[in-house]
């Protein structure tokens, strides 16, 4: 499985972003899947997730803000992140999970201007 992150980048403070993340196949039905965030000098976090059944999980910090999705067909998961804030402000990284087996993307760097 190999996971491809993009549409990051610089944004003011109550600004919106879409993060994509491909897959190099259908994984969706097989695999837990989302978004992690690491800041400078921070460990990496969980931001939100979407199980196989379509169950999502959001951090406190962004209910409300940012939305996860996907697309089976096109085998794309997102992150629509709107109302961005400073401390949103990392590398945002995607990972699918199925058993013992864990893939990352590469990452793609938000940052929000205050």
């Not at 803000?65 to 096109?74: E, G, L, M, V, Y």
Request: net charge positive.
């Amino acid at each position: 499985v190999q996971l491809q992150a993009s549409g990051g980048g610089l944004v003011q403070t109550g600004g919106s972003l879409r993060l994509s993340c491909a897959a190099s196949g259908s994984i969706f039905s097989t695999h837990a899947t989302g978004w992690y965030r690491q800041g400078s000098g921070k460990q990496r976090e969980l931001v939100a997730s979407i199980g196989t059944g379509g169950e999502t999980y959001y951090t406190d910090s962004v209910k409300g803000r940012f939305t996860i999705s996907r697309d089976n067909a096109k085998n794309t998961m997102y992150m629509t992140m709107n109302s961005l804030k400073p401390e949103d402000t990392a590398v945002y990284y995607c990972r699918a999970k199925r058993g013992a087996y864990t893939y990352w993307g590469q990452g793609t760097q938000v940052t929000v201007s205050s």
